[in-house]
C-alpha cells in the first residue's frame, strides 16, 4: 500500500505562526493506522491566522469568530470510525480517497498552547489528532456518548504517539 498523501501549505502566517508540517502529517499518518484506514487516502491542511480562520468559520459554519481548528470532510461515515467507503469514494485520477480538509489558526494554536501550559508540539499533534478524527466521522457537539467515544480515541491516539 503507497503512504498517505498529507499536503500541507501555510497562507498569511508569519514566521512565529507557522506550525511543525513534518507534525502534523505525522500525525495525520498516525490517526489514520491507528483507526485501520487501510485504503491510501488524501488530507489537505491549510495553516492561516484568526483572520483567515474567521473569514472560513463564518463562509461555511455562519459563525463570525475565530476558531483553532476546523474539519470539513469528504466522506460522511455512520457509524464514526473507519469503514470502506468503497471504490466509488477512491478518485480515479489520483488513485487516492480524499477525506477532507483541515483547516488551522497558527495563531490561536500557539496561544492556546501556552493557556494550557502545554507545549507547541503537544497542542499541535492534539488537534491534528482531533481533526483527523472529524474527517473519519466522529464528532463531540450533539451526543454525549459521542464526544466520550470521541476523547477516549483522542487518548489513546495521543498515548500512543508519545504524547
Not at 495563531?107 to 503537544?122: D, F, H, K
Amino acid at each position: 500500500m503507497r503512504a498517505h498523501k498529507v499536503y500541507c501549505r501555510h497562507s498569511g502566517i508569519a514566521g512565529s505562526g507557522r506550525l511543525d508540517i513534518s507534525l502534523i502529517k505525522r500525525c495525520v499518518r498516525e490517526t489514520l493506522r491507528f483507526e485501520g484506514v487501510d485504503m491510501t487516502c488524501e488530507v489537505s491542511v491549510l495553516i492561516t491566522d484568526d483572520r483567515g480562520i474567521q473569514r472560513i468559520n463564518n463562509e461555511f459554519r455562519r459563525i463570525d469568530e475565530p476558531t483553532d481548528v476546523l474539519s470539513f470532510p469528504m466522506i460522511e461515515f455512520s457509524p464514526p470510525g473507519w469503514a470502506e467507503p468503497g471504490s466509488g469514494a477512491i478518485d480515479p485520477d489520483t488513485l487516492l480517497t480524499p477525506l477532507g480538509e483541515i483547516v488551522f489558526s497558527g495563531e490561536r494554536l500557539l496561544r492556546q498552547a501556552r493557556e494550557y501550559g502545554q507545549t507547541s508540539e503537544r497542542e499541535t499533534a492534539y488537534l491534528t489528532v482531533h481533526s483527523v478524527l472529524h474527517l473519519l466521522g466522529y464528532d463531540h457537539v450533539d451526543e454525549k456518548e459521542g464526544k466520550k467515544t470521541m476523547r477516549g480515541r483522542e487518548e489513546q491516539i495521543m498515548q500512543e504517539m508519545g504524547f
